[in-house]
């Protein structure tokens, strides 16, 4: 929550005094002009709230010591279990921009469980900010039983806009904020799985810390309006920033971001634009089946466009140890988690819906030079544990105490054909090797990669394979062999390659297919360390 400070209550009073000044400055007008006598005065409205006045906030914030209090919550909030805090519910009749809000609504998270630090959520109206005061009768508590009298300033755990994103006559929740800097959104016909993030510091390092939203402003969206504005304030120990969020419900929804960071300290590594998912078992990683669901992953692979143009797909993995991988890049055209596996059959899980989990796809909005597209994979035995996070970090971090901006634009989609539109994968497996002939020796430290490419002009060569050429390269070790076969279950092509690492050696395995000159694919890629 933002601290009341002096000079921000003399300010909050000037601005609730201004249109009452404005009101007398213009009177004394009219009584001048009756008298015969020039008007010298001018009408004054009050400036309207935008992100200047959260970039101003940010930047006071940057110069002060960093202040992160922990607040005990009243005794029945204070140690609510998830199934607790998950009980008590916002009440529907009481959301707000109801009437001035077109067809969207607000609702907000109470506080409790494993969220205890509280924000502010404002609305702006005509231009001026009001907080949305706390009261126990927007909330249903359920088994909760909470004090006669909470705090009038208990404030909430963050907040969420409905909108009719599948129906007409049905309010769907389009985007909530809960939690540090994690937010998640949906477009038409799908299910909240990966989470995206403002901003991460130091991830995958012993000095990983959190940025946390303090503040946001809700702009109440005209009637008829399609496009939802909000502005949120962070700060953290290591950088503070101002964000600009403009949510546009679809059948692929996005959320146009716009940021400016104020570093606190030097030689911070942040990393820009983070998605954060879970990976537990798939296709191509199968160390962990316990039980009947196959495959369980909100997203199963990384997709880069590189500023070359070039298509990257890194299937996902869940590693013993954590694992990073870097993609080097100047001028990154996007890059994203996907969920492509939408078959139910996959899955097998009747109520979780991992097929109809949305894929997010980050395109920078205007250049970011050069820095990396960094993966984090780490090891979890949990399907409820988020193991993955993609960002860009870049080369040179920003300067303490200099604003520094940046603009993206997220997409959550189902299934785009813009993204990686040649032969994309569709399916990943990995298998022992196999001799070519019976007196033929396996090679030591060998293992065979099969890659399903499907879609794009992968259905013309399903009648003549031979056509097309597998190019298959490895970092370390030897290529050994290369095949390419006709996939009639997936209108596609199966690429073959074994390869021979060094015992307890990585190497980087790439492969895609071309027919003479003419890439067709993706470029297919993967860490492999051989055991």
Partial sequence: MTHITRRKLLGAMAAIGAPQAALQLGSANQALAQNGRPSLAVAMKPPRFGFDNVLGRARELAGAPFEDAPQRLPDAFDNLEYDSWRDIRFRPDRALLVGGGG???????????????????????????????????????????????????????????????????VSDELISF?????????????????????????????????????????????????????????????????????????????????????????????????????FLTGENDQ????NFRAELHDSDGLLIETGAGEWLWRPLSNPTAPRITSFLDKDNKGFGLMQRDRTWESYQDLELGYESRPSYF?????????????????????????????SWTPTTPPEPQKPFSYAYR????????RLSPNGRVVNTFRAPPQALGSSEKVVQNSRRFL??????????YVGDPSQVEVVATASNGKVLRTSVAANPHIDGLRALFDVSVVSGQTADLRLFLRAGSRTLTETWTYPWTSP
Avoid at 410 to 417: G, V
């Fill in 103 to 169: 067809a969207f609504r607000l609702e907000t998270f109470h506080l409790g469980f494993l969220y205890r630090r509280p924000v502010t959520v404002n609305l702006i109206r005509d231009g001026l900010p009001a907080p949305i005061p706390y009261s126990p009768n927007l909330f249903d508590y359920g088994r909760v039983k909470p004090e006669k009298d909470p705090p009038v300033n208990l404030g909430f755990a963050g907040f969420r806009l409905h909108y009719p994103l599948n129906d007409p006559h």
């Fill in 178 to 278: 809960l939690g540090a800097s994690y937010f998640r959104f949906l477009g038409r016909e799908q299910k909240y799985g990966l989470s995206a993030r403002a901003l991460c510091v130091e991830a995958g390092t012993e000095k990983e810390s959190f940025p946390f939203f303090r503040e946001f402003w809700v702009e109440t969206p005209t009637p008829g309006s399609n496009r939802a504005t909000i502005y949120a304030l962070l700060d953290s120990e290591a950088v503070t920033g101002a964000f600009r969020f403009d949510v546009t419900p679809g059948q692929d929804s996005t959320v146009d971001v716009q940021a400016t960071l104020f570093p606190r300290r030097e030689g911070v590594k942040l990393g820009f634009a983070p998605l954060t998912s879970m």
């Fill in 287 to 290: 160390r962990i089946r316990d």
């Fill in 362 to 390: 980050v395109e920078p909005l205007g250049p970011w030079g050069e820095g990396r597209v960094e993966l984090i994979e780490l090891a979890t035995r949990d399907e409820t544990n988020d193991n993955i996070v993609a």
């Fill in 410 to 417: 997220i997409t959550a989609c189902l299934d785009q054909s």
């Fill in 451 to 460: 890659v399903d490419f499907a879609g794009g002009d992968m259905a013309y």
